[in-house]
């Protein structure tokens, strides 16, 4: 079955920090990947999404994500980071029964 | 700007009785799910509407849980009898079109608690 797979459960950083939220996935075949995000007290929100194309894709409030097919991977970057962004970080993919498979989640949180 | 509804956004229940949750979608979305997302996991889709019919119910527990979208506007989600293992998020999510490819703008959740 696929899965996807977000190594950090917990990540804690600075203001102006360098961010990079890893995701892996398990499907080979073509896929459909998005990251989403629950900033506290909000509603789950898309940050952004890959169908195809162009494998950097540019998402809101400065975030970008890289999709690296030889690595099964779609990792969420930002280079600077701000205390807003704290949230509750998560990656999905689109399987081929074109049903949308979360991963755990990353929790940040941003030191000010 | 629209948004989804749910009511309630908490509920505490006692094993084997009955809950029912509540969502409005965005007028004019099509398309509505239902999730549940257990502390520490991300949402796992439970079932699928379009209009008001059932496009996936795969990971529904048929045994006791139940959801209806009458006139394709609101749904309902019922557990009946409620287990401790029930307890979680009950997050909505609504989309304009059928693909899940289409944006999908989830409500704020149904925090429940069984006891």
């Known amino acids: 079955a696929q899965s996807v797979s977000q190594h950090n459960h917990h990540v804690i950083l600075s203001e102006a920090a360098s961010l990079e939220l890893g995701c892996n996935y398990s499907y080979g075949g073509t896929v459909n990947l998005f990251w989403y995000v629950q900033y506290p007290g909000q509603h789950l929100q898309l940050l952004l999404k890959y169908f195809s194309g162009d494998p950097l894709v540019k998402g809101i409030k400065g975030f970008e994500a890289e999709f690296i097919k030889s690595k099964f991977s779609f990792n969420l970057r930002k280079p600077s980071v701000q205390w807003s962004d704290t949230a509750e970080y998560f990656c999905a993919v689109l399987n081929r029964d074109d049903k949308i498979i979360f991963g755990k989640g990353t929790r940040l949180h941003i030191l000010p | 700007e629209a948004e989804v509804a749910q009511s309630p956004r908490y509920k505490i229940t006692e094993k084997s009785q009955a809950v029912a949750f509540w969502c409005d979608p965005i007028?004019?979305?099509?398309?509505l799910y239902w999730y549940r997302q257990i502390l520490g996991q991300g949402p796992e889709l439970l079932v699928q509407?379009?209009?008001?019919?059932?496009?996936?119910d795969s990971q529904l527990p048929k045994d006791r849980f139940s959801a209806e979208r009458l006139k394709g506007v609101d749904s309902t989600l019922k557990i009946q009898p409620a287990e401790l293992g029930d307890s979680a998020m009950y997050l909505c999510?609504?989309?304009?079109?059928?693909?899940?490819?289409?944006?999908?703008?989830f409500g704020p959740g149904t925090r429940l608690t069984v006891l």
């Open positions: 007028s004019g979305h099509a398309t």
């Open positions: 509407f379009q209009d008001e019919s059932v496009v996936d």
């Open positions: 999510a609504s989309s304009l079109l059928a693909r899940y490819t289409d944006t999908q703008y």
